[in-house]
C-alpha cells in the first residue's frame, strides 16, 4: 500500500503544488466566510 501511494504521488508531481495551493485557499475562504457574520 505504502507503493501504491509514494507511486501515485510520484505521478502527480506536477499537478502536486497546484492542488495544495488550491486547498490552501478553500481553507482561506471558508474562516473568512466564517468570521464574516462576526464582524457585521
Excluded at 1 to 16: F, P, Q, V
Excluded at 21 to 40: C, E, N, T, W, Y
Amino acid at each position: 500500500m505504502a507503493k501504491d501511494i509514494k507511486t501515485a504521488i510520484h505521478r502527480s508531481r506536477d499537478t502536486l503544488l497546484a492542488d495544495a495551493i488550491g486547498v490552501a485557499s478553500l481553507v482561506v475562504m471558508l474562516f473568512v466566510g466564517l468570521s464574516l457574520p462576526a464582524m457585521i
